[in-house]
């Protein structure tokens, strides 16, 4: 046979196939038009004459519309496909409509000898059966279903990993990615409009328990185990993987694969046999045959008699899983089965999906109520996004993407699907956070007057700070503060985000904007996460306004007062700076959350600064804000960040507020260098420290405090290492030790010692992540530097580095896997706070980066913010578009879309933002 036959036969081979389903174009992965192409094109490897690849080409020019073609028109092109095919080969084919209309009578035909051979293999048992039959000739006793040919593209997982950086990797992932998107590209989008029906989403909320095939048991199992109480939340428990059981193979193929990959056969249940095994166990086998050969479904014990009567004899079964050569036999103990239906299969013969289990719940169990929650409601899935919007973003319509996406009838569809509710759930977020943002705008705030009126457009306070700085300030400093005092200067409430490196120059920045509310007779409040942070802004800022005076109507020639607020202050302490701040002679409060506890009201509170924000909850920021009272002006916001933030967090954490970078270093900022420190180089590293030291430089050695619980631990541990350093190995030297079960008052002792320069090395726990400065401190070893997050091991490198003289950190670790062994190498490659962001975000992805529950991060169902970034970006921009142009989303065609966003997000579109 000449290689130009092979093609066309090859082509041909599926067409009855189709015929016989109905021509739902699935009886091929990717669809019979994809199929027919590809293989035209092989043509091209061939050397083939010009005749020969023009029938190629319009071969495939007549599949090129076919998934979106109707039924019949798919019948017309398969017919006339056939013919084109027999006239090119020259031979008598019988005409393939005939074949469509008699297909059942050959399979009638063949079933007598079926009945008969079947009779006679059960006296003989399965030894008259062939292990291997014919291939060429394979035994017609048993009609076998034609095997869907697949395309040869390799099945990708939901879960696969994409970098996030752009360099080196992006042309190999570009490549990489082209296919997905032309393979979801290559699924028609249907017309069918947005549903103007308020009613049409309420099946969602059916308990269920009312449900065919639950009922109030399994319901209340599905309750305890997933927490799933209604249609629409089972119909949301996507699949976490799938298996693909599409692809048939006759049972003389299965077992020869090497990477033990599932396989799936189909065939008839020929005998049941049962036999002790040598431990005096049974071991029973259900034979399978399929005209080409025998295979074994291995059982034991209890499972033995379960299976006899769930498969008799004469059943025609499905079976998909890993099966193996082994005595002669074909055997398979790691199997699933399903009774063959030709329209009815959920667990074999397609691709499968797999759900997160837990010990009373099986896959087949979730499969069921899945397929009988979509047989009921499936057709009833109301559209929410415009025409318009999908046929830009070309998305799947709602109803087929919740079908799909639990049992895909190929894999382009099943990506189509994904790509659909993953837009949704970014667009529904993005739309939340533009509302937000469009109400905040139009919020009435506090207008802050800015005096011009002086040489150098500073008002006197803000001019004589200024002015007091060792430093000229950044261009990026001085362009996110114009930033911000244009926000202040509206009459409209700031919300704004700062983001910058560790060292970057917030802190002056927010100085600043502070001296702006001062300035116009408000009162500044700037929260932090922990008291020794509150104390070191307290001593920074007071330090920083010493020199300051206010010049006020009132009174000449005042200092700004700064008062400083948290839980452990002693009572008279507390009540005394409760009093300034309600009678407003207290300028600026810093603090803890005690800024939020019942009794603090503040006097007249203008602008609201928050540090570290993603370690306050969403309604501690909430509070902060509505300290003001009902009748007064809500006071401006400006949140600072520790550590920058990836753009696709950015997005779904701060949607609702504007952003600022600090992008520059100030001057003279030096690049710290980074060593992985392995055990048995640490003497090696005391010599450097002794080094350092003797030169007159000053030290921290930091120990982990991963969990609350492991609080004793690792004081024991640090202060342990405290006396082994002190006593053992520079008994010379000045040890001193900080920790965060100490009074408020030690620590500031600790802390004054070691900025004095009588502590030569400081050994902490995570006490110091943040907010300390000493300029004199050019050394950070970090102990077990394995167990912190890449931030907070950035965080902690950020304390040294501050003066004119060179910096080291070092990370004394033992990675005991992957994750922390990236971590590792992440630091020592850079020291860009943007690309470690990137980096920790990636080893981690996103519900760990912040902590979900404490910064309010979605917890998104399908989408994931790492590999759909692409998506959440287009997302975030047709959710602008549609906001612009329905405000108040008023229009009928987006009231359901309204209905949908109160419903998913009602509690959730507080998040990122202080009010």
């Known amino acids: 046979m000449s290689n130009f036959a092979k093609i066309l036969t090859t082509i041909r081979r599926p067409f009855q196939q189709e015929l016989r389903k109905g021509c739902r174009d699935d009886v091929v992965v990717n669809g019979l038009g994809n199929y027919v192409q590809l293989w035209a094109k092989n043509g091209d490897a061939f050397t083939l004459e010009a005749t020969e690849k023009e029938v190629l080409n319009s071969l495939a020019s007549l599949f090129e519309n076919y998934a979106g073609a109707s039924p019949t028109d798919r019948q017309r092109t398969l017919e006339e496909a056939t013919k084109r095919i027999d006239t090119a080969l020259g031979g008598r084919q019988q005409n393939l409509a005939d074949v469509s209309n008699t297909s059942a009578a050959p399979s009638q035909k063949r079933q007598q000898p079926t009945t008969k051979r079947t009779r006679s293999k059960k006296k003989t048992q399965t030894e008259m059966l062939p292990l291997f039959g014919e291939t060429e000739n394979p035994s017609e006793s048993i009609p076998i279903k034609p095997e869907p040919v697949a395309v040869p593209t390799t099945y990708t997982r939901q879960t696969e990993h994409l970098s996030l950086f752009g360099d080196a990797e992006a042309a190999s992932q570009q490549a990489e990615d082209t296919p997905t998107e032309e393979v979801a590209a290559s699924v028609p989008i249907s017309d069918i409009p947005v ?48 298996i693909d059981r599409s692809k048939m193979v006759e049972i003389y193929r299965v077992g020869r694969a090497e990477e033990d990959e599932p396989e799936t056969i189909q065939g008839k249940v020929v005998n049941h046999t049962s036999s002790p095994t040598a431990k005096g166990k049974r071991i029973g086998k259900i034979s399978i045959y399929d005209g080409t050969g025998v295979a074994m479904l291995v059982n034991f014990g209890r499972r033995i008699g379960i299976m006899k009567s769930l498969l008799p004899v004469e059943t025609e079964v499905v ?231 206010k010049d006020t109507a009132h009174t000449d020639d005042e200092k700004i007062n700064v008062v400083l607020l948290k839980s452990d202050l002693p009572k008279a302490e507390r009540e005394e700076a409760l009093t300034a701040i309600a009678d407003g002679t207290a300028d600026l409060i810093v603090g803890t959350q005690a800024l939020i506890q019942e009794g603090v009201d503040f006097h007249r509170l203008g602008l609201v600064i928050i540090d570290e924000q993603h370690r306050f909850g969403v309604m501690q920021r909430a509070t902060l804000r509505n300290k003001v009272g009902n009748k007064a002006l809500p006071p401006d916001v400006l949140v600072m960040t520790a550590t920058p933030i990836p753009r696709t967090l950015a997005l779904t954490l701060y949607g609702d507020l504007n952003v600022s970078v600090i992008d520059e270093m100030p001057p003279g900022r030096q690049t710290i260098k980074t060593y992985w420190i392995k055990e048995k180089d640490r003497e090696k590293l005391y010599g450097n420290l002794r080094k350092e030291i003797q030169r007159g430089r000053q030290a921290y050695v930091v120990y982990p405090l991963v969990e609350e619980s492991e609080k004793l631990e690792e004081l024991k541990a640090a202060t342990e290492m405290a006396e082994h350093l002190q006593n053992a190995v520079f008994p010379d030297l000045r040890v001193g030790l900080l920790h965060g079960q100490m009074k408020s008052i030690e620590k500031q002792e600790v802390m004054a010692k070691f900025n004095d320069k009588h502590i030569d090395i400081l050994v902490s726990t995570t006490v110091i992540e943040v907010g300390i400065d000493v300029p004199n401190a050019t050394l950070m070893v970090i102990e077990n530097a394995e167990r912190f997050g890449l931030s907070q091991l950035h965080q902690l490198r950020g304390r040294v580095g501050r003066g004119k003289h060179q910096s080291a950190c070092y990370l004394v670790a033992t990675p005991k896997g992957d994750d922390s062994y990236q971590r590792i190498q992440a630091m020592i490659r850079t020291n860009n706070g943007f690309q470690i962001a990137e980096a920790d975000l990636n080893i981690r992805g996103p ?66 933002s202080v009010g």
């Open 319 to 549: 079976v998909s899983g890993k099966f193996s050569r082994r005595y002669n036999e074909i055997q398979a103990t790691d199997y699933e089965f399903e009774l063959f239906e030709e329209d009815n299969l959920i667990h074999t013969k397609r691709i499968v999906p797999k759900y997160a289990l837990t010990a009373k719940l099986t896959a087949k169990m979730l499969r069921m109520w899945m397929r009988t929650a979509l047989d009921t409601y499936g057709e009833q899935i109301p559209e929410i996004l415009p025409l318009e919007l999908r046929q830009r973003q070309n998305l799947m319509d709602r109803q087929s993407a919740l079908n799909e996406i639990h049992f895909p009838t190929s894999e382009a569809h099943r990506k189509a699907a994904q790509k659909r509710l993953a837009f949704e759930e970014f667009f529904l977020l993005s739309v939340g956070m533009e509302l937000k943002k469009d109400r905040k705008i139009s919020q009435e705030g506090i207008a802050f007057r800015i005096d011009t009126q002086t040489q150098d457009n500073s008002p006197a306070l803000l001019r004589d700070f200024i002015a007091s700085l060792p430093y000229e300030l950044t261009g990026a400093q001085k362009r996110v503060f114009g930033e911000i005092q244009n926000d202040m200067r509206q009459k409209n409430v700031m919300n704004r985000l700062i983001q910058g490196d560790v060292g970057s120059g917030k802190t002056v920045v927010a100085a600043m904007a502070l001296l702006r509310a001062i300035e116009n007779r408000y009162q500044g409040a700037l929260m932090v996460p922990t008291e020794i942070l509150a104390e070191q802004h307290y001593y920074n800022l007071s330090e920083m306004f010493e020199s300051l005076r």
């Open 195 to 242: 549903s103007t029906d308020l009613t049409s989403l309420d099946f969602l909320s059916e308990p269920l328990q009312y449900l065919k095939g639950i009922g109030p048991r399994r319901a209340a199992m599905l309750l305890a185990e997933l927490n799933i109480e209604t249609v629409g939340e089972l119909l949301a428990y996507y699949p976490r993987d799938y």
């Open 847 to 912: 519900g760990e980066f912040f902590g979900t529950r404490q910064s309010g991060v979605p917890n998104f169902k399908i989408a994931n913010i790492i590999h759909d970034a692409t998506l959440l970006e287009t997302a975030k921009q047709e959710a602008e578009l549609l906001v612009k142009a329905d405000r108040e989303l008023n229009a009928p065609t987006h009231q359901l879309l309204k209905r949908m966003l109160q419903k998913h997000w009602r509690d959730n579109l507080e998040i990122a």
